[in-house]
């Protein structure tokens, strides 16, 4: 899959940073987690268009302790760019695209904590 497919069905719905026409050198983790999971045929990306944006979903502290653990904790932006995760983040802050792509699917039960742990690690 090229990072055209996921910007498709994660960044250009999902994602606040997402900028059509600029180039991006990296992607979240999220999305490659995302991008991982669809490799292994535990989403459809198709089915995606039913899924709005939806904070209750990324919010679920539930979720986001599970998403924090196995996506966000290995995520090269968490450090220094990521405001979604800072200490005092702006009220308006969402996650990065990949994370919000995440938390709705567990939040549908489409997937679990179980098909995250080492998602983003080679089989």
């Known amino acids: 899959m090229t990072k055209t497919d996921f910007i498709d069905y ?11 026409g600029e180039k991006e050198e990296m992607a979240c983790l999220g999305a490659r987690v995302a991008e991982a999971l669809v490799e292994k045929s535990c989403f459809d990306t198709l089915a995606l268009g039913v899924y709005e944006k ?4 990324w919010l679920n502290p539930k979720h986001d302790e599970i998403l924090f653990q196995q996506v966000c904790h290995g ?14 983040p702006p009220e308006d802050t969402e996650p990065c695209g990949g994370l919000i792509l995440l938390a709705l699917l567990m939040a549908n039960e489409i997937i679990d904590h179980t098909v995250l742990k080492g998602a983003h690690e080679p089989d």
């Open 75 to 88: 995520c090269e932006f968490l450090s220094e760019d990521c405001e979604y995760r800072s200490e005092g």
């Open 10 to 20: 994660i960044c250009r719905p999902y994602c606040m940073f997402f900028k059509e």
């Open 54 to 57: 939806d904070a209750v979903a």
